[in-house]
């Protein structure tokens, strides 16, 4: 009488669902890592996007209050 493999097959069974399982976490972690990547960027170009419309807020009103001074600057050129 042939003698059944039950715990070699159990055994493979356990561990094709730990191998499933690990492929699941690290898509996981993948998918947080490129998100947090991605919203860093998003971050750093608001930041950059921000000092810069803060730049030229702060030109303009240079130039409301002091007009004469920015006619001046365009003859020196």
Request: proline fraction near 1%; hydrophobic fraction near 10%.
């Amino acid at each position: 009488m042939a003698r059944s493999n039950h715990q070699f097959n159990k055994r493979q069974k356990e561990l094709a669902r730990k191998k499933k399982k690990e492929q699941k976490r690290q898509r996981k972690l993948d998918k947080n890592t490129i998100k947090s990547e991605e919203s860093e960027e998003s971050e750093e170009s608001k930041e950059s996007e921000e000092s810069k419309e803060s730049e030229e807020s702060k030109e303009s009103e240079e130039s409301e209050e002091n007009p004469s001074q920015s006619q001046h600057e365009g003859e020196n050129l």
